[in-house]
């Protein structure tokens, strides 16, 4: 099987995390040497894990915004192949926060390495804007996949809303704010649009 760059992208709650965690306890359950990557930027969690919220968890490889992530994966690899051993797969989730220049690292090591990287991440932020690591990804990756999830209207989401605590809709502010999911609420454009017009009215 060619080696490939995959991003597989969605809305908050569409069980990213989740289909990242299964398919490294499917590899590691077969004795396919698999590392598992963060950026650190999302640091909810705490350090080194990633957690589902079904809570499944695991540990993983924390990603600086300056770390070289070919230079890491590189240096992993030859640790294993030290034993007889070869890394087969990367698997990085959050990966909307990687910078543009880890994505043609990991590009790199797709190509150079002969290692698949599997991309899990949001495709937008509350603004409906890509995020770099996600424009990024985009424009690299071998294969694009969007995880689908429902709005409560039953279209797909693909919004990633935030609410503020009277439960109105935020379209201003930094595209990063860390602080739970509860300040997201993924939706459908249109009701994301719905909300902000019937907004507009009441001010
Ligand atoms: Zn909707």
Redesign the pocket.
Known sequence: MSKKLYFYYGTMASAKTLRLLTTAYNFEENSIETLVMKPAQDTRDGDGVIKSRTGLQRPCVMVGKEDNVFLMIEKYNSELLAKFKKLEWVLVDEAQFLTEKQVDQLAKVVDILEISVMCYGLRTDFQSRLFSGSKRLMELADDLEEIKAS?????KTNINARIDSHGKVITEGDQVMVGGDDLYRP??R??WYKMISRQSKHE
């Open positions: 709005c409560k209207c039953g279209r939706m459908c249109k009701c």
